[in-house]
């Protein structure tokens, strides 16, 4: 949590300046993303997000992403079963750039952050303790996606580095949301 904490004063200290100089003529100041979705990739589930974010011009945003995410694959048969899942919550920096000032406007991003993962993995043909594994790595998300009013659609890869091989979690994500907030001026 401190590290939260943390990341979340440096983003308000180093865009207090920006805040009180540049903001957008067209829209709102603050708003906020939030929404569920699908990830996919090596292992499949549901995730959900929140994204504080200023319009610092009619075409940028900058915000801090919170994503939680669950993602798993389960197989077996009537004799035979395995499983793996994982729990990775994420917190970055992000930015936007949108494409026009109308009421459909696609944009591309970019978020850097903080991956946490907790996975575990289970096989019924052994008797061994459940492989477990945890840790925090750097991040990176390059998204696109598109607003219609305060209806947004996304797509983003999680791309999450220095990981074992065998806990790869990297993954996509389509994300359908509501912006509360942010409207036009």
Do not use: W
């Amino acid at each position: 949590m401190k590290k939260v904490t943390i990341l979340a004063c440096a983003l308000f200290a180093m865009m207090t300046p920006a805040l009180v100089k540049a903001q957008s003529e067209t829209y709102k100041l603050f708003k906020v993303d939030v929404g569920a979705g699908y990830g996919f990739g090596k292992a499949k589930g549901v995730l959900f997000y929140a994204e504080p974010k200023f319009n610092l011009h009619d075409n940028f945003a900058a915000g801090l992403r919170f994503e939680g995410a669950i993602l798993g694959n389960v197989s077996g048969n009537d004799q035979y079963a395995s499983a793996d899942i994982s729990a990775i919550g994420s917190y970055a920096l992000t930015g936007d750039y949108y494409v026009g000032t109308n009421g459909f406007r696609p944009f591309g991003g970019l978020g850097v952050g903080l991956f946490n993962m907790g996975s575990v993995s289970v096989d019924s043909e052994t008797t061994e303790v459940p492989e477990m594994n945890v840790g925090t790595k750097f991040g990176v998300v390059p998204r696109i996606g598109f607003e219609a009013g305060h209806f947004r659609m996304g797509l983003e890869y999680n791309l999450i580095t220095g990981q074992p091989s065998d806990f790869n979690r990297n993954y996509f994500s389509l994300k359908l949301g509501a912006v509360i907030g942010g409207g036009k001026k």
